[in-house]
């Protein structure tokens, strides 16, 4: 048997080689496009900032002291220079104010209130006339009524207190709680007493009444449970205020009314009859 070769199943194989050499160029290709990434991945230099002005810009003109600022400051200092006086006034009776922190010291306001208590005084107690009368006469008589005796000394008390002993806040803050409700629980009652009379009688009924305090605290409670619950209420509300003002727990009223008989004398020392 013979094996015939033609030429024709050469030629397949002579391409071959031709074939295989072409992947070398897709490499050389790529081989070229990777500097050019690598050129393109590099960031750009940052730019400089641009340079300031060498010529700086004029300072704005400083706006002109205004004359009230100085008049302010100058009744400021002459106010509180008259409160410091006064206030070592105060301080200086008694042994227990006397070495207090400067900084603890609220004499400017404890002057306002002497202030406004001397004008309250001359309106109520003395019947002062005029513009400044009249004030008083439609702010603390139409609001306390015939208790408006009494604010002129609730002022004066709280100074006084202001004064000796401004670095006990907390106390100071309880006392003036305490006041406000025992004088709003004493204006509902005397408002009762008085006939308990409405806004349609007029202004000068409130006035001789309770006052402007006086009806707002009882007429609601008047008109929603009657004068038989709305007077032990305020009652209530009048001994909370005494509480509050001399620091009593309930706990310990029975021992503070013993103590109060004894200094009026009502009621024996128990040490001065045991010593005995």
């Not at 042994?95 to 109520?124: E, F, M, S």
């Not at 509050?244 to 021992?255: F, G, K, L, Y």
């Amino acid at each position: 048997m013979s094996l015939v070769v033609s030429p024709g199943n050469l030629t397949p194989m002579a391409s071959r080689p031709s074939a295989a050499k072409k992947p070398p160029a897709k490499k050389a290709a790529g081989s070229a496009k990777a500097p050019a990434k690598k050129a393109a991945a590099k960031k750009a230099p940052a730019k400089k900032a641009p340079a300031r002005k060498a010529a700086a810009k004029k300072a704005a003109p400083k706006p002109a002291p205004s004359p009230t600022g100085g008049i302010y400051r100058l009744v400021r200092a002459v106010w509180l220079g008259v409160a410091h006086a006064v206030g070592a006034v105060f301080r200086g009776i008694g042994q227990g104010a006397k070495n207090l922190d400067p900084a603890h010291r609220k004499d400017g306001v404890a002057l306002l209130l002497l202030g406004i208590a001397l004008i309250v005084a001359a309106g109520t107690w003395a019947d002062l006339k005029g513009p400044v009368g009249d004030l008083v006469e439609i702010l603390v008589t139409g609001a306390f009524g015939r208790l408006d005796l009494l604010v002129p000394i609730l002022l004066a008390v709280i100074a006084v207190r202001f004064i000796r002993h401004p670095e006990k806040p907390e106390a100071n803050g309880r006392i003036v709680i305490g006041l406000s409700a025992l004088v709003i629980g004493v204006l509902g009652q005397v408002h009762i007493a008085c006939g308990s009379p409405a806004r349609g009688e007029g202004m000068q009924a409130i006035r001789d009444a309770g006052g402007l305090i006086g009806w707002a605290m009882a007429t609601p409670l008047s008109y929603a449970m009657g004068h038989m619950l709305a007077v032990p209420l305020l009652v209530l509300l009048t001994v909370f205020g005494l509480l509050v003002v001399t620091a009593t727990p309930v706990n310990a009223i029975p021992q503070r009314l013993r103590q109060a008989g004894v200094r009026l004398g009502i009621v024996r020392d128990p040490a001065r009859t045991s010593s005995a």
